[in-house]
């Protein structure tokens, strides 16, 4: 049993990005997930030679590693050496500590690729606006917790919205939250399924699960009271999202 993360109000350490970064199946997903993007704008009519890509929350860097493997790979396959799509990176994380292993990343690992920006993602349009930046084609996040958005997903993605083009995509495109109920009853546990992109998924729901994926587990929402249901009977699940006054 673990109290679940909080990422916007805390920083995480390093054990913990240490797991993350184990997971074996989560960023072969991204990775599939970015290439796939960047082969829909690379075969769109207007061919672009550079896209423009945020990763938003990187952490340590693994989604930049991702990222940068599947411009890579892109590349291997669809285009000749003197046609070569090149991603330029924003790296946008909060945490003092990623970002001195970021700088390093950037400096040993991407060859200077990346532009490091030490901010709450939130404030990243001003940031952009003040320093010259381009919006986005592509933005790539990992601010899932174990039932879905409870870890202010929403609220941390909502303030880059100002930045965005019509046409920028969003990895993941989407996620489900999902609930099901523990005996009769004493609560219930929470999955999510999380569409990257075009198909490509992760899911801790047990139908669809991602099998061999260890950065989630589902979460346990506790009755503070149990009470007893039979076959056939209706429960309803009603959640109020609390915001203080700033």
């Given at each position: 049993m673990q109290v679940p993360l909080q990422p916007l109000a805390d920083n995480l350490d390093s054990s913990v990005y240490n797991t993350f970064e184990q997971d074996p199946v989560k960023y072969r997903r991204y990775r599939e997930a970015v290439e796939c993007a960047i082969r829909d704008f690379g075969e769109s009519a207007s061919r672009p030679e550079e896209l423009v890509l945020y990763v938003l929350g990187a952490g340590r860097g693994p989604l930049v590693t991702c990222s940068l493997e599947a411009e890579r790979n892109y590349n291997e396959r669809f285009r000749c050496k003197r046609d070569r799509l090149r991603l330029k990176v924003f790296v946008v994380e909060k945490n003092s500590n990623a970002i001195v292993t970021l700088r390093y990343m950037n400096s040993k690992v991407w060859r200077n690729r990346c532009i490091i920006i030490e901010s709450?993602?939130?404030?990243?349009?001003?940031?952009?606006?003040?320093?010259?930046?381009?919006?986005?084609?592509?933005?790539?996040?990992?601010?899932?917790?174990?039932?879905?958005?409870?870890?202010?997903?929403?609220?941390?993605?909502?303030?880059?919205?100002?930045?965005?083009?019509?046409?920028?995509?969003?990895?993941?495109?989407?996620?489900?939250?999902?609930?099901?109920?523990?005996?009769?009853?004493?609560?219930?546990?929470?999955?999510?399924?999380?569409?990257?992109?075009?198909?490509?998924?992760?899911?801790?729901?047990?139908?669809?699960?991602?099998?061999?994926?260890?950065?989630?587990?589902?979460?346990?929402?506790?009755?503070?009271?149990?009470?007893?249901?039979?076959?056939?009977?209706?429960?309803?699940?009603?959640?109020?999202?609390?915001?203080?006054?700033?």
């Open positions: 709450d993602m939130r404030n990243i349009p001003i940031i952009a606006m003040e320093n010259g930046y381009p919006q986005p084609d592509i933005i790539v996040s990992e601010l899932l917790g174990s039932f879905g958005d409870n870890e202010l997903s929403p609220e941390c993605l909502d303030g880059v919205t100002a930045l965005l083009k019509p046409t920028t995509i969003s990895i993941p495109q989407s996620y489900t939250s999902y609930l099901e109920s523990i005996l009769q009853l004493m609560g219930f546990a929470g999955y999510f399924y999380m569409d990257l992109y075009k198909g490509i998924s992760l899911s801790i729901v047990p139908s669809t699960y991602s099998k061999g994926m260890i950065s989630w587990f589902p979460a346990l929402i506790p009755l503070r009271e149990l009470f007893r249901v039979h076959n056939g009977d209706k429960v309803s699940y009603s959640i109020t999202v609390l915001q203080a006054n700033n």
